[in-house]
């Protein structure tokens, strides 16, 4: 067993879906895909300042957590964002947060 398997399922879930959005590149993914539906996988090179192969494993990042799903058309693969996946996780961060967000401990930084 590995450490990270000590955590309960809902941490383990929340630390994956955290991972996943961690780079820029795929936040920037989720953004263009969020104003582009369907689009393919050559418009995203196009989008990002980066390699088609860099972003290619940013894709295969995004889609290994089921934040999107590709579907193969001819030599093309037209990606979108797979809205329930992603309700899902905002749904389990959301109640995550919610008792560090109430909380009534309020540390202030600026000692003077």
Known sequence: MNKSQK????LQE????????SHPARLAILE?????P???SGDISDYLPLSRTTVSQHLKA???VGLIHGE??????N???CTSSIQKYLETFETF???VRSSEINCNTNHQ
Do not use: H, M, Q, W
Request: aromatic share 14%.
């Open 97 to 99: 947060f919610e008792p």
């Open 72 to 77: 193969i058309d001819g030599l093309k693969i």
């Open 14 to 21: 929340l630390s994956v879906f955290a991972k996943a959005i």
């Open 79 to 81: 990606y979108c964002l």
């Open 32 to 36: 263009y895909l969020s104003k582009t």
């Open 38 to 40: 369907g689009c393919i």
């Open 62 to 64: 995004l889609r290994d």
């Open 7 to 10: 955590f309960d399922n809902n």
